[in-house]
């Protein structure tokens, strides 16, 4: 059974960081791409970074390039997302998932991240 487990949110003031991790279990993880989704209340999920756990490339969006950095611990089957500079923007319900393909289909439950002004 595939599983993914965030954990590492919490509440932090403006400015902060905070380190995500994910746990994959059921798979063979060196195989496959994980990524980093948000989603804060009334929005729309958002993509915030990926990285491929062969080959090490990873993909950072926009609004994240800079704060964030994704990095991966093959021997672990975990996937780290440090997240500095931390803004009340960045508030939101963070969740890791497994690619497949093009699309992604294992989440893991997601962790809360509150950055307070």
């Known amino acids: 059974e595939v599983q993914l487990v965030e954990s590492g949110g919490g509440l932090v003031q403006a400015g902060g960081s905070l380190r995500l991790s994910c746990a994959a279990s059921g798979f063979t993880f060196d195989d496959y791409t994980i990524g980093w989704f948000r989603q804060a209340p009334g929005k729309e999920r958002e993509g915030v970074s990926c990285?491929?756990?062969?080959?090490?490339?990873?993909y950072y969006a926009d609004s994240v390039k800079g704060r964030f950095t994704i990095s991966t611990d093959n021997a672990k089957n975990t996937v780290y997302l440090q997240m500095n500079s931390l803004k009340p923007e960045d508030t939101a319900v963070y969740y890791c998932?497994?690619?497949?393909?093009?699309?992604?289909?294992?989440w893991g439950q997601g962790t809360q991240v509150t950055v307070s002004s």
């Open positions: 990285i491929n756990n062969r080959d090490r490339s990873t």
């Open positions: 998932a497994r690619r497949v393909g093009a699309s992604y289909d294992s």
